[in-house]
């Protein structure tokens, strides 16, 4: 086995522990350090170069690669499907991900959970402009792992260990979840398992399948966590919907989904949430902003029209709010109706037929 280990400091703690171990000073192998940050989409020329050197000595089965605490999933598993033009290195010849495995910290879990901190706050990164959340980049790690490790499990009462667990299979259905003390877990569990699925991991997330399904599938009783899913192709009136967003209720560990406001008609939005952390965003524009004959210039349409069209309404067309949330002892009579009670009403929608505007206190730039 080939072992790639990513540290993002100066000094290379991982490589100095892994050094100091027997087994690798009797093997005399040497340890592949890449020490120039995390492994992200600016570094992957690098992770590239360095996988097709390994394979290419004909050595080994396997090559198990950590990255830092602060790297992104999504980006290291699209280098084995990237086909570099410049470089001719095309890893999907002779390489595969087999396993995407995400360690919680079961101690400080809740703690970064539910922190606004950014990665720069802690100094976590020496990036410029890298203005990650902390509690985003735990969501986005642990929304794309086939093998969850749920760590210093020997540090938690077991209230908090059945919580975690409730907490994580909800943010991911699909993941094994496994129990550890300093790490140790069998290498079966994360080695040659034949679970990965790139096309499947995309919409592995909690939030995805509650969207897909329809409804929500309740969790155990015991820890209240569960899910609610907001649907209504009305569009929010932005200062309701604002105020209700600043006085965002409690228990809500993760909501994600498109929504749309009359004061921005063509714009569809993008919420997230996780923790304490909001995202807002603009995800593009709705099909019914444009006329048909641009509509069917865009092969996405073409290739989508049927079911665009059956979701179409005669006076919102595509347009629709659309979001999930994720949390503990939730009310839902009562999320629901205070999101309906920010939608516009019968008189707003005569002014929104009218082209009225309405005083919109969201950021100008989302």
């Given at each position: 086995?080939?072992?790639?280990?990513?540290?993002?400091?100066?000094?290379?703690?991982?490589?100095?522990?892994?050094?100091?171990?027997?087994?690798?000073?009797?093997?005399?192998?040497?340890?592949?350090?890449?020490?120039?940050?995390c492994?992200?989409?600016?570094?992957?020329?690098?992770?590239?170069?360095?996988?097709?050197?390994?394979?290419?000595?004909?050595?080994?089965?396997?090559?198990?690669?950590?990255?830092?605490?602060?790297?992104?999933?999504?980006?290291?598993?699209?280098?084995?499907?990237?086909?570099?033009?410049?470089?001719?290195?095309?890893?999907?010849?002779?390489?595969?991900?087999?396993?995407?495995?995400?360690?919680?910290?079961?101690?400080?879990?809740?703690?970064?959970?539910?922190?606004?901190?950014?990665?720069?706050?802690r100094?976590?990164?020496?990036?410029?402009?890298?203005?990650?959340?902390?509690?985003?980049?735990?969501?986005?790690?642990?929304?794309?792992?086939?093998?969850?490790?749920?760590?210093?499990?020997?540090?938690?009462?077991?209230?908090?260990?059945?919580?975690?667990?409730?907490?994580?299979?909800?943010?991911?259905?699909?993941?094994?979840?496994l129990?550890?003390?300093?790490?140790?877990?069998?290498?079966?569990?994360i080695?040659?398992t034949?679970?990965?699925?790139?096309?499947?991991?995309?919409?592995?997330?909690?939030?995805?399948?509650?969207?897909?399904?329809?409804?929500?599938t309740?969790?155990?009783?015991?820890?209240?966590?569960?899910?609610?899913?907001f649907?209504?192709?009305?569009?929010?009136?932005?200062?309701r919907?604002?105020?209700?967003?600043?006085?965002y209720?409690?228990?809500?560990?993760?909501?994600?989904?498109?929504?749309?406001?009359?004061?921005?008609?063509d714009?569809?939005?993008?919420?997230?949430?996780?923790?304490?952390?909001?995202?807002?965003?603009?995800?593009?524009?709705?099909?019914?902003s444009?006329?048909?004959?641009?509509?069917?210039?865009?092969a996405?349409?073409?290739?989508?029209?049927?079911?665009?069209?059956?979701?179409?309404?005669?006076?919102?067309?595509?347009?629709?709010?659309?979001?999930?949330?994720?949390?503990?002892?939730?009310?839902?009579?009562?999320?629901?109706?205070?999101?309906?009670d920010?939608?516009?009403?019968?008189?707003?929608?005569?002014?929104?037929?009218?082209?009225?505007?309405?005083?919109?206190?969201?950021?100008?730039?989302?």
């Amino acid at each position: 086995m080939a072992v790639i280990v990513n540290d993002m400091s100066e000094v290379n703690i991982d490589a100095r522990l892994v050094e100091n171990q027997n087994t690798l000073s009797r093997t005399e192998e040497k340890l592949v350090e890449m020490s120039n940050g995390c492994i992200c989409s600016t570094l992957r020329e690098d992770l590239m170069v360095e996988v097709e050197r390994l394979a290419y000595e004909n050595r080994f089965d396997y090559l198990l690669i950590e990255s830092t605490g602060i790297s992104e999933p999504i980006p290291v598993a699209q280098t084995f499907t990237y086909i570099d033009e410049e470089s001719g290195i095309d890893l999907s010849r002779f390489s595969y991900v087999d396993t995407m495995v995400t360690v919680v910290d079961g101690f400080n879990f809740m703690k970064d959970f539910s922190s606004n901190e950014r990665l720069m706050d802690r100094s976590l990164t020496d990036i410029d402009e890298d203005y990650r959340t902390i509690v985003n980049l735990l969501t986005d790690q642990i929304e794309f792992a086939n093998v969850i490790i749920l760590n210093k499990t020997d540090l938690i009462d077991p209230d908090t260990l059945g919580f975690l667990k409730s907490a994580i299979r909800k943010l991911n259905p699909e993941a094994d979840i496994l129990e550890s003390e300093f790490g140790q877990i069998d290498p079966k569990h994360i080695l040659n398992t034949g679970l990965f699925d790139f096309d499947q991991a995309q919409p592995s997330a909690g939030w995805q399948k509650e969207l897909q399904s329809g409804h929500h599938t309740p969790e155990t009783e015991e820890y209240g966590i569960g899910s609610l899913v907001f649907r209504d192709k009305r569009p929010f009136h932005p200062e309701r919907l604002w105020k209700y967003l600043n006085h965002y209720p409690e228990g809500i560990l993760r909501a994600k989904g498109l929504f749309w406001l009359a004061s921005r008609p063509d714009d569809a939005l993008n919420f997230s949430q996780a923790g304490g952390s909001f995202r807002l965003e603009k995800a593009g524009v709705w099909w019914s902003s444009m006329p048909l004959n641009h509509r069917v210039q865009y092969a996405s349409f073409i290739e989508n029209q049927a079911f665009i069209e059956s979701r179409w309404d005669k006076n919102w067309g595509d347009r629709m709010n659309e979001l999930v949330f994720i949390g503990q002892h939730l009310n839902e009579e009562e999320i629901l109706q205070a999101l309906t009670d920010c939608l516009i009403n019968d008189d707003e929608k005569d002014l929104f037929d009218q082209k009225a505007d309405f005083e919109d206190p969201f950021p100008e730039q989302i």
